[in-house]
DNA sequence: CGACAAGCCTGGTAGC
DNA sequence: TGCTACCAGGCTTGTC
């Protein structure tokens, strides 16, 4: 379930394990993931390049390589990255969709259990951002609470679903949602329209700090903080902050998990 | 075996 | 009437 702060971390990862080292090939097991774009044109653009910088939007990573293109990576739900070294680094793992194999005999690989995930080839981040229709990343500092409450100005739908719309804003997924509206107090079914300026304003800054805190633990859930729900997101969970246990809906066909007793129907 | 989980695209339709 | 926004359904596969 990469959500933003899964792909923040999946791009410090990167940074950390894969920059500067010359691609000597590229595999992709299952050409399914390619989006725009072949296998033999991966391959080609990538030979012999490095990847230089990245950059994140939303639940996007960009590579930025030597030879001038961005390698493009979306999770989707069950995605992720692992660099490996030596032989059979990679044989040992069935989900390796996409591997760039280094000089060095490094290599990383893009791993996608669902396949639902999307690898692209793109020469400006920024159209390619806009040709996909994404709204401001989640943790963009222009995204100001007077922004966030224009952007939601007249939809009426469940502010959940709105929330999950990437063309509004780009990073949070279902889960994420959830907790947003966890530490809001806000009942899952709650709608756009049924929020005033005040607690829009609050929104935008629950949503930045609990998407900061996530991110900096690379959504690693078991470093996020006690008071937080989404750890115990499933039917036997309870609400961390009152014990009730936790019940589920659903809301435009994704699950809802949120406290019964906390976030009361306005 | 069928239901379910997740992100996102598609297509039918509800609502202004 | 016509457009947009909304939402159900499909994709995919491992797990229960």
């Known amino acids: 379930m990469p959500e933003l702060p899964d792909v923040a971390g999946f791009k410090s990862y990167l940074d950390a394990n894969a920059l500067h080292q010359r691609i000597e090939r590229t595999s992709v097991a299952d050409g399914r993931i390619l989006e725009e774009v072949t296998g033999a ?11 230089e910088k990245t950059r994140r939007h939303g639940k996007f990573l960009f590579a930025a390589a030597s030879s001038g293109t961005w390698l493009v990576l979306h999770f989707g739900m069950t995605g992720s990255l692992r660099c490996g070294r030596g032989r059979g680094a990679e044989a040992d793992d069935d989900h390796a969709v996409l591997v760039l194999h280094f000089r060095n005999d490094g290599r990383l690989i ?7 995930g999307r690898v692209s080839l793109t020469t400006d981040v920024g159209r390619f951002i806009a040709a996909h229709g994404l709204g401001p990343d989640a943790l963009d500092r222009e ?4 922004r966030l409450a224009a952007l939601l100005a007249g939809r009426r739908g469940a502010l959940k ?3 999950m719309n990437q063309s509004i804003v780009a990073g949070l997924g279902n889960v994420y949602t959830d907790e947003l509206l966890f530490q809001c107090r806000l009942h899952p079914a709650t709608h756009v329209d049924e929020l005033d300026a005040e607690e829009i304003e ?3 800054k629950v949503m930045k700090r609990m998407l900061r805190t996530a991110a900096r633990h690379g959504g690693d859930l078991g470093q996020l903080p006690r008071s937080w729900m989404l750890p115990r997101r499933d039917d036997q969970g309870d609400c961390p902050r009152c014990g009730s246990d936790l019940e589920s809906l659903k809301i435009s066909g994704r699950t809802a998990w949120y406290c019964p007793r906390c976030q009361k129907r306005p």
Do not use: N, V
């Open 41 to 51: 044109k991966l391959a080609r653009e990538l030979k012999d390049a490095s990847l």
């Open 110 to 116: 893009y791993r996608c259990r669902r396949l639902l």
């Open 143 to 146: 995204l100001k609470p007077d």
């Open 161 to 163: 679903s709105t929330l």
């Open 202 to 204: 609050h929104l935008c």
